[in-house]
Structure formats: structure tokens, C-alpha cells
């Protein structure tokens, strides 16, 4: 099946403000040192950015790696978005994995601090993309 404009619309500006939503949390985490739950919350911060990116360009997504993967070959392989923004969401999808389902291991302040401005400038840039597409 698949979404009329106005459908993708709103499914867009819904991932969107998911993604905005979870980047809130990220103070607090980061306050009182919960690193596997703020690179968790980051994952999903750019998955949901990335799945609004992919939804505006009428692209499905059906999997956490299937956006991963839909992401790198189209728009990090025609050069929409650097090999480091492609990194970024594969780097949070393996930490974020470590985190949740690894009881022996846990992520650090020196591995998830530095990833969150670049996170939060990849989401801008997703979030111009989709908002100037959808208006224009």
C-alpha cells in the first residue's frame, strides 16, 4: 500500500517530532550518566529522522537495518550525506545494540559524548530536507 502526499505529510512530520522529542532526553541522560540509555535514545533519535527522510522520499521502511541499509545507498552513496553521517547511524545501531542486549558491556562517556552534536546536526540537516521538499 502505498501513501498519498498529504499520508506522507503527516507520517514525516511525525518521525520528526519523535526524533525531537527523544534529542530532549539527551540533557537529563547525559546529567546523571545513564550512557546506554542516551545512545539508545540516540539511535532512535536518528532512526527516526532518517525513517521521516526515507518516508518523504517515498522509500518503505520496514526494518531498523533495511533503513540502515536504504539510507547508505541512497543519499550517502550519491553523496546526499557524507560517509561520516552514514557512519554516525551504523556507529549508534552498534552501540545502541551493545547497550540493550549485552549485559557484560556498557557504553562510556568518551564513546557516546562526542556523537551527539554530529547526531543532532544530521537530524537538522534531515529535517531541512524533508521541510523544504515538503513545501516546495
Not at 11 to 26: D, G, N, P, S, T
Request: some cysteine.
Amino acid at each position: 500500500m502505498s501513501l498519498s502526499n498529504e499520508e506522507r505529510r503527516i507520517m514525516v512530520e511525525l518521525e520528526i517530532e519523535r526524533a525531537e522529542k527523544i534529542m530532549q532526553q539527551f540533557a537529563v541522560l547525559q546529567e546523571q550518566q545513564y550512557w546506554d540509555t542516551l545512545v539508545n535514545r540516540m539511535y532512535y533519535a536518528a532512526f527516526h529522522a532518517i525513517s521521516a527522510l526515507l518516508i518523504h522520499n517515498a522509500m518503505p521502511v520496514h526494518t531498523h537495518k533495511g533503513a540502515l541499509i536504504r539510507f547508505n545507498k541512497e543519499f550517502v552513496r550519491t553523496g546526499k550525506f557524507t560517509v561520516e553521517e552514514g557512519r554516525l547511524f551504523s556507529q549508534l545501531e552498534g552501540l545502541r545494540e551493545r547497550g540493550d542486549y549485552n549485559c557484560f558491556i556498557d557504553a562510556s562517556l568518551e564513546e557516546v559524548v562526542p556523537l551527539i552534536e554530529p547526531l543532532k546536526a544530521l537530524i537538522a540537516k534531515i529535517e531541512t530536507l524533508v521541510q523544504v521538499n515538503t513545501e516546495g
